[in-house]
């Protein structure tokens, strides 16, 4: 087995197990509240409406809470597809939307179309027990995947290395937000926008292609 497809495995039965805890609700991928997913909601969508996005990927799309939000406040968004490498994420999405004939969604990667805009919202933050090393190339690599499939723009948000301290979890990954900046920039595109002025441990990231 790969590195990435152990990555993959440990992350799945992560969330899966946060799923079977809590339901489709944000403790159940892991945020502590709607209000904050929301927020993060808001942040990661500048892009899409930067660029007047058609269609949207939503990379680790949990149980599909993204296309509410979509709903309310993007309805320029014709097609939207969710991904998430947690099989019971993926079905549980299909019971909660299966009205909502814009909306598909998938574990097989391979499935996936492009589109205008890719997003990922907290696909970074649990590391569980891989080394520092090991996780920031697995977050290359995703990035690599995101901008593959992404037409006109992509974001993604991750945890602050400028959290406090005594706040900071062992199981989780906090990102020097310049690293990343000067990742997007230097291999996607000069067009890259860091917002770290919202009142979260974390930071959002887009990039217009």
């Not at 549980?92 to 909502?100: D, F, I, T």
């Not at 602050?160 to 937000?177: H, K, N, S």
Request: glycine share 6%.
């Amino acid at each position: 087995m790969s590195g990435e497809s152990g990555i993959h495995g440990k992350v799945a039965r992560y969330y899966s197990k946060r799923l079977r805890e809590f339901g489709p609700q944000a403790r159940g991928v892991d945020w502590n509240s709607e209000e904050s997913q929301r927020l993060r909601f808001q942040k990661l969508l500048y892009i899409a409406e930067e660029t007047a996005a058609r269609s949207i990927l939503d990379y680790g799309c949990g149980y599909g809470a993204l296309v509410e939000t979509l709903e309310r406040h993007e309805p320029k968004i014709e097609r939207y597809q969710g991904y998430d490498i947690a099989t019971a994420m993926i079905e549980q999405a299909r019971v909660l939307h299966s009205s909502r004939q814009w909306a598909v969604f998938t574990d097989v990667q391979e499935d996936l179309a492009r589109a205008d805009v890719v997003v990922a919202s907290g696909i970074f933050n649990v590391r569980l027990d891989c080394g520092v090393e090991e996780w920031e190339a697995y977050i290359a690599r995703t990035l690599d995947d995101m901008r593959a499939l992404a037409v006109l723009g992509m974001a993604f948000n991750m945890l602050t290395a400028y959290a406090d301290r005594e706040r900071m979890r062992t199981d989780l990954y906090y990102a020097d937000p310049h690293k990343y900046f000067d990742l997007c920039r230097e291999r996607y595109s000069r067009n890259v926008a860091l917002l770290h002025d919202y009142d979260l441990y974390e930071f959002t990231i887009g990039v217009r292609l």
